[in-house]
């Protein structure tokens, strides 16, 4: 099954937000192999974060990742107009198998 | 600049079949697992199926098992998607991905094929 996404969330430039992606023990909470992806309409998928917290290299790092038992995060600092995106998390599910969640619509405000 | 250009989208009758192909530049393209995921338009990002660098292991999401075959040619840097029995519920964009990180994450996409099913 997909991975739990809230459908949007909201801020005010300038300040933080925090998408939560909930799994299960079979996904995210097997694995440190959370990854969260930007996508612009129109637009392929971004790579923000790998591994649960690391940043590849350009993305900024206004840009962070956690997890908690079976549920991962991502936070945005200082929301900026162009942050305006969908977000989506990914997690390796065991056997070559990855899950996606269903996409969290963010809008700065 | 690791680049992915997905081809061979397009409209098929349900029960048709299509090949999607993806050309693969930029790095070493036999060193790196592989991935096809799928967007329904407006909607979300479902994982279709992951081939290993050497092809030797495929595995495939259960909507898709039975019915696509995914495969690749490490001396074209090519990867390739055959899907049968298609279905309306297979409209969507479809995108190559490379499995990055030692594999556990797919970071680059490619721009992504557009793949109709409709009578």
């Known amino acids: 099954s997909a991975l739990t996404q809230p459908a949007s969330v909201s801020g005010s430039a300038g300040q933080s937000i925090t998408i939560s992606c909930t799994g299960t023990?079979?996904?995210?909470?097997?694995?440190?192999?959370v990854s969260w992806y930007q996508q612009h309409p129109g637009k392929a998928p971004k790579h923000m974060i790998y591994?649960?917290?690391k940043r590849p290299s350009g993305v900024s790092n206004r840009f962070s990742g956690s997890k908690s038992g079976n549920t991962a995060s991502l936070t945005i600092s200082g929301l900026q107009a162009e942050d305006e995106a969908d977000y989506y998390c990914c997690s390796y599910g065991g056997y070559n198998t990855w899950v996606f969640g269903g996409g969290t619509e963010l809008t700065v405000l | 600049e690791v680049q992915l250009l997905e081809s061979g989208g397009g409209l098929v009758q349900p029960g048709g079949s299509l090949r999607l192909s993806c050309a693969a530049s930029?790095?070493?393209?036999?060193?790196?697992?592989m991935n096809w995921v799928r967007q329904v338009p407006g909607k979300g990002l479902e994982w279709v199926s992951y081939i290993t660098s050497s092809g030797s292991s495929i595995n495939y999401a259960d909507s898709v098992k039975g019915r696509f075959t995914m495969s690749r040619d490490n001396a074209k840097n090519s990867l390739y998607l055959q899907m049968n029995s298609l279905r309306d519920e297979d409209t969507a964009v479809y995108y190559c991905a490379r499995a990055g990180y030692g594999g556990n994450t797919p970071d680059h996409w490619g721009q992504g094929t557009l793949v109709t099913v409709s009578s």
């Open positions: 930029g790095f070493t393209f036999s060193s790196f697992g």
């Open positions: 591994e649960g917290s």
């Open positions: 023990s079979s996904d995210v909470g097997a694995y440190n192999l």
